[in-house]
Protein backbone atom coordinates (compact mmCIF):
# COMPACT_ATOMS: atom_id res chain seq x y z
CA UNK A 1 0.00 0.00 0.00
CA UNK A 2 1.68 3.61 -0.94
CA UNK A 3 0.01 6.62 0.71
CA UNK A 4 0.68 9.98 -0.64
CA UNK A 5 0.71 12.93 1.48
CA UNK A 6 0.66 16.66 -0.37
CA UNK A 7 1.56 20.05 1.46
CA UNK A 8 2.92 23.05 0.27
CA UNK A 9 -0.86 24.84 -1.20
CA UNK A 10 -2.18 28.55 0.01
CA UNK A 11 -3.20 31.00 -1.19
CA UNK A 12 -1.39 33.62 -3.19
CA UNK A 13 -1.16 36.08 -5.33
CA UNK A 14 -1.10 36.73 -9.23
CA UNK A 15 2.62 36.60 -9.84
CA UNK A 16 3.33 34.63 -7.18
CA UNK A 17 5.36 31.14 -6.25
CA UNK A 18 4.41 27.81 -4.28
CA UNK A 19 6.39 24.71 -3.53
CA UNK A 20 4.26 21.55 -3.20
CA UNK A 21 5.66 18.75 -1.66
CA UNK A 22 4.42 15.24 -1.71
CA UNK A 23 5.57 12.68 0.58
CA UNK A 24 5.31 8.88 0.00
CA UNK A 25 5.70 6.00 2.15
CA UNK A 26 5.42 2.32 1.78
CA UNK A 27 5.97 0.58 -2.00
CA UNK A 28 8.80 1.32 -3.78
CA UNK A 29 8.96 5.24 -4.52
CA UNK A 30 12.29 4.96 -6.56
CA UNK A 31 11.03 2.52 -8.99
CA UNK A 32 7.54 4.65 -9.82
CA UNK A 33 6.93 7.08 -12.16
CA UNK A 34 5.17 9.60 -10.05
CA UNK A 35 2.33 12.77 -11.51
CA UNK A 36 0.72 16.24 -10.01
CA UNK A 37 -2.83 16.35 -11.43
CA UNK A 38 -4.95 19.40 -10.66
CA UNK A 39 -9.06 19.80 -10.25
CA UNK A 40 -10.62 23.26 -10.48
CA UNK A 41 -14.67 23.21 -9.25
CA UNK A 42 -16.99 21.84 -12.12
CA UNK A 43 -13.62 20.95 -14.16
CA UNK A 44 -11.84 17.45 -14.95
CA UNK A 45 -9.22 16.18 -12.89
CA UNK A 46 -6.20 16.87 -15.29
CA UNK A 47 -2.79 16.31 -15.59
CA UNK A 48 0.05 19.17 -15.06
CA UNK A 49 3.26 17.68 -14.92
CA UNK A 50 5.02 14.38 -14.44
CA UNK A 51 8.44 12.61 -13.50
CA UNK A 52 10.10 9.68 -14.67
CA UNK A 53 11.05 7.43 -11.50
CA UNK A 54 14.51 8.12 -11.88
CA UNK A 55 14.44 11.94 -12.60
CA UNK A 56 15.89 11.30 -15.96
CA UNK A 57 12.92 12.81 -17.60
CA UNK A 58 9.78 15.20 -17.58
CA UNK A 59 6.51 16.04 -19.33
CA UNK A 60 4.56 19.36 -18.59
CA UNK A 61 0.99 20.27 -19.85
CA UNK A 62 0.98 23.31 -21.99
CA UNK A 63 -0.43 25.63 -19.80
CA UNK A 64 1.98 25.29 -16.66
CA UNK A 65 5.18 24.84 -19.17
CA UNK A 66 7.73 27.49 -18.63
CA UNK A 67 6.20 28.18 -14.84
CA UNK A 68 6.25 25.23 -13.68
CA UNK A 69 8.95 22.57 -12.43
CA UNK A 70 8.41 18.88 -11.24
CA UNK A 71 10.93 17.43 -9.13
CA UNK A 72 11.50 14.64 -6.93
CA UNK A 73 14.02 13.08 -4.05
CA UNK A 74 14.34 9.38 -4.08
CA UNK A 75 15.93 9.14 -0.28
CA UNK A 76 13.53 11.15 1.16
CA UNK A 77 10.72 9.72 -1.11
CA UNK A 78 9.29 13.09 -1.59
CA UNK A 79 8.13 14.69 -5.12
CA UNK A 80 7.78 18.83 -5.39
CA UNK A 81 6.47 20.97 -7.93
CA UNK A 82 7.63 24.71 -8.18
CA UNK A 83 5.42 27.04 -9.52
CA UNK A 84 6.23 30.40 -10.65
CA UNK A 85 3.96 33.30 -12.42
CA UNK A 86 0.75 31.75 -10.85
CA UNK A 87 -2.09 32.88 -12.28
CA UNK A 88 -5.87 32.77 -11.02
CA UNK A 89 -6.78 30.04 -13.38
CA UNK A 90 -4.05 27.73 -11.57
CA UNK A 91 -6.56 27.60 -8.59
CA UNK A 92 -7.33 23.89 -7.99
CA UNK A 93 -7.06 21.40 -5.74
CA UNK A 94 -3.41 19.48 -6.64
CA UNK A 95 -2.89 15.81 -6.09
CA UNK A 96 0.08 13.84 -7.01
CA UNK A 97 -0.11 10.37 -8.05
CA UNK A 98 1.88 7.18 -8.14
CA UNK A 99 2.33 5.03 -11.32
CA UNK A 100 2.96 1.89 -9.99
CA UNK A 101 4.32 -0.27 -13.35
CA UNK A 102 7.75 -0.93 -12.40
CA UNK A 103 10.35 1.49 -14.38
CA UNK A 104 8.16 2.80 -17.22
CA UNK A 105 9.27 4.59 -19.85
CA UNK A 106 6.98 7.03 -20.74
CA UNK A 107 5.04 9.15 -18.29
CA UNK A 108 1.25 8.80 -18.75
CA UNK A 109 -0.89 12.03 -18.70
CA UNK A 110 -4.00 9.79 -18.17
CA UNK A 111 -5.44 9.41 -14.86
CA UNK A 112 -6.11 5.94 -15.16
CA UNK A 113 -2.24 4.78 -15.25
CA UNK A 114 -2.21 6.31 -11.93
CA UNK A 115 -2.46 4.16 -9.05
CA UNK A 116 -1.92 6.28 -6.00
CA UNK A 117 -3.18 9.10 -4.87
CA UNK A 118 -3.36 11.94 -2.43
CA UNK A 119 -5.66 13.58 -0.75
CA UNK A 120 -4.86 17.06 -2.17
CA UNK A 121 -4.04 20.75 -1.00
CA UNK A 122 -5.69 23.62 -2.15
CA UNK A 123 -3.84 26.23 -4.09
CA UNK A 124 -6.08 29.55 -4.66
CA UNK A 125 -4.44 32.63 -6.67
CA UNK A 126 -5.74 35.46 -6.35
CA UNK A 127 -6.10 38.11 -8.85
Known amino acids: QVQLRESGGGLVQAGGSLRLSCAASGGSFSSYNMGWFRQAPENEREFVAG????????YYADSVKGRFTISRDNAKNTVYLQMISLKPEDTAVYYC????????????????????WGQGTQVTVSS
Open 97 to 116: AADLRPNPAIISTARRAYDY
Open 51 to 58: IRWNGGST
